[in-house]
């Protein structure tokens, strides 16, 4: 009689991987691998000596520093410009996107519709940035069209696209369609069920998705780097500029900024997708 | 054709349905389905899973279109109307209430979406709230009332715009036993107190049965008998009717003698039995007659008609129920009812006969 539950535990122990043999060991390491160099950044951003890697006592002085330089400010005031319109667009066609591609009659191609929003995800980024350069030399120099920080904002609302259709698309298919009709059966125009049904209860999808794209867009490298124009240094465009030069914890501070406003964004989207569940 | 009568009521004219699958071949789901439901009726479209019941209802909600026929609602036709310009509601199975918003929020968005004063609203949310007795709960959210007042919420939600045509899709399936027994009395109250014409549906013949003023009996897409429940119980128009509402023997014979609605059956055990008949048979042909188990009588052996023994005993609390095997090896049910202190009327393996009363035997139309 005794036995019976101990085997069964056993026996979940055995394909449970939290009892694997090394197990603990793996996963911290895995752990520290991830989070150790981040946690020194952040540290030596609050380290008094000019040497990096020396640490000679507390100081916030970094941050003075990099919140008093001009260069760093109007970089993060593009920065913002470009993530916000660009989480603005991405986030409205999206969802435009996500209602057509789940809602309504099923047609033809949906499937292909599908794969094509989703495809930016696995190509190479180098390659998208390779061809929006491309593509905005051709503006240029065939109509002579820029759209100076508008380019930038275009390029990263299509990249952004995907990240915020992921989150959209999956709480729309989580939704019951029958409030749809319910609310139709119930007088609500088209339009009506859209802004009092469909929308109130998408919207967690809805911030979830920007959220995920402002972060992407907030952050992104290799295609802002190509595509940017005099004048439109971006935040990581300016650190990584700062970087070649010899190095202050001055970077380090902006960095830690930086950090802060990411965590800040995916713990919001975090708590946003978490409600209601 | 001219239409200056308006027929009052919910008129279904010819009404087909055809899906279109892809890489499939069509499936028809309804087939010439034509019902005229009179205002203030409780009318039940009955059948078995699968049968076009949801269907139809949709297509008179409007989200499904009717690929031949017409729907009418008092003499006009709302086959073009979407489903919001539709004098219509719908109570859903699962009951889609909306749940960002609180009971009396949802029992009053219909009203909201007519664009009524704000006054006029919260008086009928108020009533509607008595009429389901959920005074209580207003504030909460939906998700945070059980089942049964779920459904009452959805029940109230339907009637506050006070449609011409109340539709439940099997809006008691989800509900236990005893609870289900409640709202069929109060559905019934509901409708008496409103007045409004209400199409049910079930496919809980039982509950068709206690609930309707009439009854259509649906199979694979078409109607097979519309009637009173008594008329369809006693008057089933062919073996699958018969079948689906209550237990049924079926009998076959020859005809014999005929008369003004009655009929001799000689069987093939050669007793000659009287029956009921609703349409015209032919002398000479051979008929298919059903017996409710409930009309049918034990008795000793040679006093009734047909011959057999006891083969199984079943016992229901308020009446027993006997399995003869008869001489041509059919199981013919008898069902009696239980009196206080009675024994069971027969064992097991005893030999009897089935007596039956005169009337109690029904020609099905057009059977063979
Ligand atoms: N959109 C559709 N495409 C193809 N076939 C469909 C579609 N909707 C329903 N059907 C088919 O039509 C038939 C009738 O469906 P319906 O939902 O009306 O049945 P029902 O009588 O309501 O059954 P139940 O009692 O199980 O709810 C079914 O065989 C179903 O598979
Ligand atoms: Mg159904």
Not at chain 2, 100 to 123: C, Q
Not at chain 2, 309 to 330: K, N, Q, S, W
């Amino acid at each position: 009689m005794r036995a019976r539950p101990a085997t069964a535990r056993a026996g979940q122990k055995a394909t449970d991987v939290r009892y694997q043999p090394g197990f603990f060991t793996v996963a911290l390491v895995c752990l520290i691998v991830l989070y150790a160099p981040i946690f020194v950044l952040v540290g030596l951003s609050f380290n008094a000596n000019t040497v990096v890697t020396s640490w000679t006592g507390f100081t916030l002085d970094w941050f003075a520093k990099a919140v008093q330089n001009d260069d760093f400010y109007s970089a993060a005031a593009n920065t913002l410009t470009i993530s916000l319109s660009a989480t603005v667009f991405s986030t409205m066609l999206a969802t435009a996107a996500a209602l057509g591609t789940t809602r309504g009659q099923p047609w033809r191609g949906q499937g292909a519709a599908y794969m094509t929003i989703s495809l930016p995800l696995m190509v190479p980024e180098i390659i998208t940035a390779v061809a929006t350069l491309a593509f905005f030399s051709l503006l240029a120099s065939v109509f002579g069209i820029n759209f100076g920080i508008g380019n930038l904002i275009i390029a990263h609302t299509v990249f952004c696209i995907p990240f915020a259709y992921m989150p959209i698309r999956a709480r729309l298919e989580d939704m019951d369609l029958t409030l749809d009709y319910a609310a139709a059966d119930l007088y609500a125009t088209p339009w009506a069920t859209f802004w009092r049904i469909t929308l109130p209860l998408l919207l967690p999808g809805i911030i979830a998705g920007a959220a995920l794209a402002f972060i992407v867009s907030f952050d992104d490298f290799t295609i802002t780097q190509l595509v940017a124009g005099p004048g439109q240094t971006t935040l990581p465009i300016y650190i990584w500029a700062k970087i070649r030069r010899p190095l202050t914890p001055e970077v380090n501070a902006m960095c830690t900024v930086l950090l802060m406003i990411s965590v800040f964004f995916v713990s919001f989207s975090a708590f946003i997708g978490g409600r209601r569940r | 054709m001219l239409d200056n009568t308006k027929v009052p009521g919910l008129a279904i004219d010819r009404v087909g349905k055809v899906f279109q699958q892809a890489g499939k071949p069509d499936f028809r789901a309804l087939d010439d389905v034509s019902l005229t439901i009179r205002p203030n009726e409780f009318f039940t479209l009955l059948g078995p899973s699968g049968c076009g019941k949801t269907t139809l209802l949709r297509m008179i909600a409007g989200f499904e279109h009717p690929s031949e026929g017409e729907i009418r609602l008092d003499g006009d036709p709302i086959t073009g109307l979407p489903p919001n310009r539709r004098p219509v509601n719908t109570v859903f199975q699962n009951y889609a209430l909306f749940p960002h918003l609180s009971v009396a929020a949802n029992i009053g968005f219909g009203l909201e979406m007519l664009k009524k004063p704000r006054a006029e609203i919260e008086a009928t949310v108020a009533q509607m709230l008595r009429l389901v007795r959920m005074e209580e709960m207003a504030d909460r959210k939906t998700s945070q009332i059980s089942g049964g007042q779920q459904q009452r919420v959805a029940l109230a939600r339907a009637l506050a715009p006070r449609p011409r045509v109340l539709l439940l899709d099997e809006p008691l399936s989800a509900l236990d036993l005893k609870l289900r027994k409640e709202m069929q009395i109060e559905l019934k109250r509901m409708q008496a107190e409103t007045g409004i014409t209400f199409v049910f549906v079930t496919h809980d013949q039982e509950e068709a049965l206690t609930m309707s003023d009439r009854i259509a009996v649906m199979s694979a897409g078409r109607v097979l008998q519309v009637g009173a429940p008594r008329d369809i119980y006693d008057r089933p128009a062919n073996h699958f009717v018969a079948n689906f509402i209550g237990d049924s023997n079926f009998l076959t014979g020859t005809v014999v003698e005929m008369s003004a609605g009655l009929v001799s059956i000689r069987l093939v055990n050669g007793a000659v039995l009287e029956a009921s008949v609703p349409s015209s048979v032919t002398f000479g042909a051979t008929a298919t007659v059903v017996v409710r188990p409930e009309h049918a009588v034990l008795a000793a052996p040679g006093e009734g008609v047909i011959a057999g023994e006891v083969e199984t005993v079943i016992y229901f609390g308020t009446d027993t129920h006997f399995h003869i095997r008869t001489g041509e090896g059919a199981t013919f049910i008898v069902r009696q009812q239980n009196r206080r202190g009675d024994a069971a009327v027969a064992q097991r393996g005893e030999a009897v006969s089935i007596h039956l009363p005169p009337g109690v035997a029904t020609v099905l139309a057009g059977e063979a």
